[in-house]
């Protein structure tokens, strides 16, 4: 009876003899030591470097001079006064205004037509998602031999309506830019087609199925419950679409190089070609110009996608 009253409880011991954790000593192998190198590329090549646009932009900096002087708002006047930075920013906007809308537009079609998880489908969406990988200077240039007078696309045309078609797909001061503006929502609608299939495939097939019970129709359905419930895969492809076409530049460089006579010319081309001519103030201007458009834009934008998120709430 005393042996049984003495005996330890059942894993009294082996707590007991467990080491007990050492604290006020910072672990070695926390997470955060693993965003070290994140944070240093970060801080080296991105915030550096924002940091001396807003420096250099108010200075005389250029391949002509020694020295660098404070200039302070010279250049901006001068580039308001010569009227391509403002002409440029209007460019590049309608640019990015006709980009998100083809991107969006064909990325919400290509994801309704291939939601059905079948073996063609699955083929199509590899199909389509590969000029999202391709190098964009090389989709430019393949679209540039296409559309030549003497290209593909006109002989194709031609076989078709048993005529000779010479049409400058690239060649008119009114039309190129939309169709720049296709050529870039091409390469990049495989991306909003998988984001819209993500955002399909989280719709509850309970809520479908209740719409279809009241009678209501495909397009009534896609219209009242659907397009609503895609408000935050809309929200990041408008987004990206907006973002990445006003940073445009690799593609409308290859096509036209900006013309003709300046109808696609963006601001990244206009400062790249500030730049190679040696004035270097003035196209660090222009960088800060764009990135004011970007910031300005871009919160009003996402604020305003946001708010239609609320009927997920």
């Given at each position: 009876m005393t042996a049984q009253l003495s005996r330890p409880r059942p894993g009294t011991a082996a707590r007991s003899s467990a080491p007990r954790p050492k604290t006020g000593r910072r672990r070695q192998d926390h997470p955060a030591w693993f965003l070290i190198p994140a944070v240093a590329v970060l801080i080296v090549f991105f915030f550096i470097p924002t940091l001396f646009n807003f420096f250099y932009a108010f200075t005389d900096w250029s391949s002509f001079k020694t020295k660098i002087n404070f200039a302070g708002l010279d250049n901006v006047a001068s580039l308001l006064q010569n009227g391509s930075l403002l002409a440029d920013l209007r460019t590049t906007l309608v640019y990015a205004v006709l980009v998100a809308v083809f991107q969006n537009l064909f990325g919400l079609i290509l994801a309704l037509v291939l939601e059905a998880d079948t073996r063609i489908n699955r083929a199509a969406r590899v199909a389509f998602f590969v000029p999202v990988v391709m190098s964009a200077l090389a989709v430019g240039y393949i679209f540039r031999a296409v559309l030549k007078p003497d290209g593909v696309f006109n002989a194709i045309l031609g076989t078709i309506t048993g005529q000779h078609v010479d049409i400058a797909?690239?060649?008119?001061?009114?039309?190129?830019?939309?169709?720049?503006?296709?050529?870039?929502?091409?390469?990049?609608?495989?991306?909003s087609m998988l984001i819209y299939l993500a955002?399909?495939?989280?719709?509850?097939?309970?809520?479908?199925?209740?719409?279809?019970?009241?009678?209501?129709?495909?397009?009534?359905t896609l219209r009242a419950i659907r397009f609503p419930l895609l408000a935050p895969a809309i929200t990041?492809?408008?987004?990206?679409?907006?973002?990445?076409?006003m940073?445009?530049?690799?593609?409308?460089?290859a096509t036209t190089g900006g013309g003709p006579g300046?109808?696609?010319?963006?601001l990244n081309i206009?400062?790249?070609?500030?730049?190679?001519?040696?004035?270097?103030?003035?196209?660090?201007?222009?960088?800060l110009a764009l990135f004011l458009m970007v910031t300005i834009l871009a919160f009003p934008v996402i604020t305003f996608l946001r708010k239609r998120e609320d009927v997920l709430s």
């Open positions: 797909w690239l060649g008119s001061t009114t039309w190129t830019i939309v169709v720049v503006s296709l050529i870039h929502a091409w390469k990049w609608m495989g991306l955002g399909l495939k989280t719709i509850s097939t309970d809520v479908l199925e209740a719409a279809r019970i009241d009678g209501a129709s495909w397009w009534r990041f492809n408008v987004a990206t679409a907006l973002l990445g076409s940073n445009g530049f690799d593609i409308v460089q300046g109808s696609t010319e963006l206009f400062i790249f070609r500030t730049f190679g001519q040696g004035l270097f103030a003035q196209a660090t201007t222009m960088s």
